[in-house]
T-cell receptor
Framework: LAKTTQPISMDSYEGQEVNITCSHN???????ITWYQQFPSQGPRFIIQ???TKVTNEVASLFIPADRKSSTLSLPRVSLSDTAVYYC??????????????FGTGTLLAVQP | NAGVTQTPKFQVLKTGQSMTLQCAQD?????MSWYRQDPGMGLRLIHY???????DQGEVPNGYNVSRSTTEDFPLRLLSAAPSQTSVYFC?????????????FGPGTRLTVT
């Protein structure tokens, strides 16, 4: 069961780039890396997913080194509304006995003006 | 599409009572799951299903039952409510494979057990 480790919290200021790193040393060959964002009193929301190298969409970039044992979510020019908990998940999505989609503790990002 | 819907939004139970939390999705997703989130904590997987008729346990299955008779519905049953089950419950669905690409979450059910 691939587990993830993230920093518990991070602070930033508006307009800065924020990088949140997730460690997943036991990632399996078929596993993808997915990041979610959660605001208080809401369900998590998908941000980005990748398998290797770099993935970019309209809200974030995901950097995955060759060994895939870690990944970094990059949020460009954060604003106050980016204050949330960010979760990194690792899995192949088939929900098998040894590979369920498990959320870690997440990283609380606090953006200050 | 309504996405993932959950009912009720709020529920108060007395210790020992049973109830069913409803979850439905209209996206024809194979994979559905239930999570609980305690105050200030991350989400913990209770049960999940990879298709109609197939369910399996997650991290914290004790005290809960699930069934998946149709692709659309995945109810979660609390057998005998306990104060430790006070939590917010989220249902999610996604297509299978490819990392469980983009799980869609419902709005949650806030449950209090007294």
């Amino acid at each position: 069961l691939a587990k993830t480790t993230q920093p518990i919290s991070m602070d930033s200021y508006e307009g800065q780039e924020v990088n949140i790193t997730c460690s997943h040393n036991n990632i399996a060959t078929n596993d993808y890396i997915t990041w979610y964002q959660q605001f208080p009193s809401q369900g998590p929301r998908f941000i980005i997913q990748g398998y290797k190298t770099k993935v970019t969409n309209e809200v974030a970039s995901l950097f995955i080194p060759a060994d895939r044992k870690s990944s970094t979510l990059s949020l460009p020019r954060v604003s106050l509304s980016d204050t949330a908990v960010y979760y990194c998940l690792v899995g192949d999505g088939y929900g098998g006995a040894t590979n369920k989609l498990i959320f870690g503790t997440g990283t609380l990002l606090a953006v200050q003006p | 599409n309504a996405g993932v819907t959950q009912t009720p939004k709020f529920q108060v139970l007395k210790t020992g009572q049973s109830m069913t939390l409803q979850c439905a999705q209209d996206m024809n997703h194979e994979y559905m799951s239930w999570y609980r989130q305690d105050p200030g904590m991350g989400l913990r997987l209770i049960h999940y299903s990879v298709g109609a008729g197939i369910t399996d346990q997650g991290e914290v299955p004790n005290g809960y039952n699930v069934s998946r008779s149709t692709t659309e519905d995945f109810p979660l049953r609390l057998l005998s409510a306990a104060p430790s089950q006070t939590s917010v419950y989220f249902c999610a669905s996604s297509t299978q494979g490819q990392g469980g690409y983009e799980q869609y979450f419902g709005p949650g059910t806030r449950l209090t057990v007294t």
